[in-house]
């Protein structure tokens, strides 16, 4: 299996909120926020992998600030972490003003799992890394894993 660049697999979408994604308080409601990172994730996955995936982890979703009616989100994915099966997900949150200026609102790394016709998880293509941003960002993948891992471990 070849391994792929970061870069193969980035993706990047932009929703403009309207009033269904507005909660009680007027902003963006975060389960709206929450699914469009996932899907975001598992296209960045299936790019990666080349088939079906499924979301096992959600780490370190961060709400820092909301954004509003009318206020543009941009969405940036890219892999940071690959495994056997798992591949390791960042997805960042901007509000974009109409100049393109983006404020960051929110990051997450959501675990996707490779899955084949039957479910069962499948290897993926190893990452390929090219730069110092990305063995730092591999370096913090390793670290959530083993944290991930432990955490099973306890139960948690």
Same mark, same amino acid.
């Given at each position: 299996?070849?391994?792929?660049?970061?870069?193969?697999?980035?993706?990047?979408?932009?929703?403009?909120?309207?009033?269904?994604?507005?909660?009680?308080?007027?902003?963006?409601?975060?389960?709206?926020?929450?699914?469009?990172?996932?899907?975001?994730?598992?296209?960045?996955?299936?790019?990666?992998?080349?088939?079906?995936?499924?979301?096992?982890?959600?780490?370190?979703?961060?709400?820092?600030?909301?954004?509003?009616?009318?206020?543009?989100?941009?969405?940036?994915?890219?892999?940071?972490?690959?495994?056997? *099966?798992?591949?390791?997900?960042?997805?960042?949150?901007?509000?974009?003003?109409?100049?393109? *200026?983006?404020?960051?609102?929110?990051?997450?790394?959501?675990?996707?799992?490779?899955?084949?016709?039957?479910?069962?998880?499948?290897?993926?293509?190893?990452?390929?890394?090219?730069?110092?941003?990305?063995?730092?960002?591999?370096?913090?993948?390793?670290?959530?894993?083993?944290?991930?891992?432990?955490?099973?471990?306890?139960?948690?």
């Amino acid at each position: 299996m070849t391994a792929k660049r970061v870069d193969d697999s980035a993706t990047e979408q932009v929703y403009i909120i309207r009033s269904q994604h507005i909660n009680s308080y007027g902003r963006l409601f975060g389960g709206y926020l929450m699914q469009w990172m996932d899907e975001l994730a598992a296209i960045v996955g299936r790019r990666h992998s080349g088939g079906e995936v499924t979301t096992a982890a959600v780490d370190n979703l961060n709400f820092k600030s909301g954004a509003y009616m009318g206020d543009m989100v941009a969405l940036v994915g890219k892999l940071v972490y690959v495994g056997r *099966t798992s591949m390791e997900v960042r997805v960042d949150a901007y509000v974009e003003d109409r100049t393109g *200026t983006r404020r960051s609102i929110n990051r997450a790394y959501i675990v996707m799992v490779a899955v084949n016709q039957e479910g069962n998880a499948m290897e993926v293509p190893r990452l390929e890394i090219a730069t110092e941003t990305e063995r730092a960002e591999w370096a913090g993948g390793e670290k959530r894993y083993r944290l991930r891992k432990q955490r099973r471990i306890e139960g948690y």
